[in-house]
């Protein structure tokens, strides 16, 4: 039986998907449930416990426990799911970030849920959540949580496990004495559950409970294991590029046992994670007030250098690099291993505008070289395809990004000319991205992107202009003023003693 076309969602709006009800459905997808542990035995035995009781079939699931370095080791309890395994973390790495990553590497799920090891999932919990995985794979679900304080000792595994399996989980703890992800609820009120979300959507994902389908989890490239605070926004901005949705399940609810650290220590919590957000994650507008070079660039500007001369692609690029926008990277691509250093007629060598080109932005650190472009510029949020000589207004660049956030839309064709000859091409990488996830053998990919996204071809006018040619012929005379100028040449004079 051949399986129904996956909904195309446009934005984050996951209006358009109709999870089944909890007990009415036939689940046949896998889960990898992975736990990183750090120490904590206590409390990972009473996580083990509650997913032993899970309604998800046991024979579709299976628990990866990662010990990250544990002092004693972390060991299994009796009381756990039939299909668990404990594993060690990759070497060279710590954190939990690596423990996750470790995890993934290791299941063999369709879908990927992550629970932390201090968590006590309601009964329904992986159910609620992988109901949605089987209508799309390019869905991230966001599991609820509420804190409780927790006495250590106050619960025995058995005590969990019966809670769980009777959907009881009230015994266990008072809803009344517990309290919400306060930051993560203000953000659902304000965006009708993630519905009316904009770019910096996957900054919600919270590691304690969430899940991703493994097709997803490979495009974005999964955990970083560089990261130590903060790695579950830096992977949700990811998970968000690579063209997923992102949908709250309040259903799949769990107890967080005792406060986070966001809540123990937010503030010195923050201070260390936003250099690490900032350079990542380029939509944290807020973060980059300042003109640096980012790790992570909010717009890659792509000029294909093929047959183009050194004038038009120096006033294309300089004119990016001089823009209002100033997290911007410059991708030239050319045939740049033709670049040989063996004799040549220099002035009539057929390579001549490419070595210019070349010699002009060699020590850049915004510009790169490229024999051809990747299929999109991920993980930045947006690229530039920028035809050589077209040079973007001082604010072209930043107005096209903001009219792009402004209507949600995943490409922008500018034009130019009577002929409607086409200058430069703005693409959203989410919305590409997600167009690569559905589009089948038949499929025009912009028509895909403009369902999931929308598009807008206008006029390239009010955003820049093309080269004039001659505009940046400098004449002999004109060199001269420069040196001049410069002082690198003294006045002609008749006298020679006033030289």
């Given at each position: 039986m051949t399986a129904p076309p996956e909904p195309r969602v446009r934005g984050n709006d996951h209006t358009s998907l109709t999870p089944p009800a909890l007990g009415a459905w036939e689940?046949?997808?896998?889960a990898s449930v992975v736990v990183p542990a750090h120490g904590g035995q206590e409390a990972l035995d009473l996580t083990l416990a509650a997913l032993a009781a899970q309604s998800y079939p046991a024979h579709l699931t299976e628990i990866v426990v990662v010990d990250d370095g544990s002092t004693?080791?972390?060991?299994?309890?009796?009381?756990?799911?039939?299909?668990?395994?404990?594993?060690?973390?990759?070497?060279?790495?710590?954190?939990?970030?690596?423990?996750?990553?470790?995890?993934?590497?290791?299941?063999?799920?369709?879908?990927?849920?992550?629970?932390?090891?201090?968590?006590?999932?309601?009964?329904?919990?992986?159910?609620?959540q992988l109901r949605h995985h089987h209508l799309a794979r390019y869905l991230v679900v966001l599991g609820s949580r509420r804190v409780v304080d927790h006495v250590p000792g106050s619960l025995t595994p058995a005590e969990v496990h019966a809670a769980v399996a009777?959907?009881?989980?009230?015994?266990?703890?008072?809803l009344e004495a517990s309290r919400p992800n306060h930051w993560i609820e203000t953000v659902y009120k304000a965006t009708d559950d993630l519905r009316s979300a904009g770019p910096s959507v996957g900054t919600t994902l919270v590691g304690s409970t969430a899940s991703a389908h493994r097709d997803l989890l490979r495009a974005a490239g999964d955990s970083d294991p560089r990261l130590i605070l903060g790695e579950d926004?830096?992977?949700?901005?990811?998970?968000?590029?690579?063209?997923?949705?992102?949908?709250?399940?309040?259903?799949a609810r769990s107890w967080h046992l005792g406060a986070p650290t966001i809540e123990r220590d937010g503030q010195?919590?923050?201070?260390?994670?936003?250099?690490?957000?900032?350079?990542?994650?380029?939509?944290?507008?807020?973060?980059?007030?300042?003109?640096?070079q980012w790790l992570v660039p909010y717009v890659d500007v792509v000029v294909d250098t093929t047959g183009a001369s050194?004038?038009?692609?120096?006033?294309?690029?300089?004119?990016?690099l001089d823009g209002s926008l100033p997290d911007v990277r410059v991708t030239?691509?050319?045939?740049?291993?033709?670049?040989?250093?063996?004799?040549?007629?220099?002035?009539?060598?057929?390579?001549?505008?490419?070595?210019?080109?070349?010699?002009?932005?060699?020590h850049e650190g915004r510009v790169r070289f490229l024999a051809e472009a990747d299929e999109t510029s991920f993980p930045a949020p947006f690229r530039l395809?920028?035809?050589?000589?077209?040079?973007?207004?001082?604010?072209g660049l930043a107005g096209l990004v903001r009219e792009a956030d402004a209507e949600g839309l995943g490409l922008i064709e500018l034009t130019d000319g009577a002929d409607g000859e086409r200058v430069a091409r703005l693409e959203r990488t989410s919305a590409v991205r997600r167009a690569l996830f559905l589009a089948g053998p038949d499929d025009d990919l912009d028509t895909v992107v403009t369902e999931v996204s929308g598009a807008w071809r206008t006029d390239a006018k009010p955003w820049g202009a093309t080269l004039t040619p001659g505009d940046d012929e400098v004449s002999v005379a004109g060199l001269l003023t420069m040196l001049e100028e410069q002082g690198l040449r003294a006045p002609v004079s008749a006298d020679k003693s006033d030289r």
């Open positions: 689940p046949r997808l896998t004693p080791a972390i060991r299994l309890p009796e009381l756990a799911p039939d299909n668990t395994r404990l594993i060690s973390s990759a070497p060279g790495g710590w954190g939990r970030s690596h423990a996750v990553r470790s995890g993934s590497e290791a299941a063999e799920g369709d879908v990927i849920v992550w629970i932390d090891a201090d968590t006590l999932a309601f009964r329904d919990h992986l159910e609620a009777e959907g009881a989980e009230h015994r266990l703890y008072a926004s830096e992977l949700g901005y990811r998970l968000s590029q690579a063209g997923g949705v992102f949908v709250p399940e309040h259903e010195r919590l923050l201070s260390f994670i936003r250099p690490q957000l900032t350079d990542r994650i380029p939509t944290m507008r807020l973060g980059r007030k300042a003109r640096r050194h004038d038009d692609v120096r006033a294309s690029v300089d004119a990016v030239l691509v050319g045939a740049w291993d033709t670049l040989t250093d063996g004799r040549r007629k220099v002035l009539a060598d057929p390579l001549a505008d490419l070595r210019l080109i070349h010699a002009e932005y060699a395809h920028c035809a050589p000589g077209w040079r973007p207004a001082t604010e």
